[in-house]
């Protein structure tokens, strides 16, 4: 994501993530999708989903927290669609989700840091899972080295 760094192209979506995780200061961001999409985001599968829900790339912004030390290991995403809840979005962002894991990529429901996540895995390695959470009108996608540290950031979450 380096291309979106120092991007803050929707605030008020970076406000619903946290500033801090375990005392660790967050770096937010945040881009409209055309500006992901530039960067490297899978553009043929984003394009088709939002054609189907009569969007475009202008209608879409995403947010990410991060750790720029690394010393908590993950990040919390966020994304959001003008004028779509998350249980329609929700979906296609598990689908785009399992898609960038890889063949063999699963998808089951957990309870993780006391929320109800979506789990998409390929395996037990480090990036080998995420966590997924619909709420409102967006959708968290949590990036985490293990359960623990995914429960730490879910629970960090405002």
Do not use: C, Y
């Not at 409209?32 to 553009?43: I, P, Q, V």
């Not at 991060?66 to 689908?95: C, E, H, K, M, Y």
């Amino acid at each position: 994501m380096p291309a979106v760094t120092s991007s803050h192209a929707d605030p008020a979506l970076e406000a619903l993530l946290p500033a801090e995780v375990s005392g660790t200061a967050m770096q937010r961001s945040s881009a409209t999708f055309a500006a992901l999409l530039a960067s490297g985001g899978d553009r043929t599968a984003i394009d088709a989903f939002l054609q189907g829900i009569g969007k475009s790339e202008s209608d879409g912004t995403f947010a990410a927290a991060f750790d720029p030390t690394n010393t908590i290991g993950g990040g919390i995403f966020v994304f959001r669609i003008a004028g779509v809840d998350a249980g329609v979005l929700l979906p296609a962002i598990v689908s785009v989700e399992q898609s960038d894991l890889g063949t063999g990529a699963t998808v089951r429901q957990a309870t993780v840091g006391g929320q109800n996540v979506t789990v998409v895995s390929v395996g037990n390695g480090v990036n080998d899972t995420e966590w997924v959470i619909g709420r409102d009108d967006v959708v968290f996608v949590i990036h985490a080295s293990d359960e623990a540290h995914a429960a730490t950031f879910i629970q960090a979450l405002p």
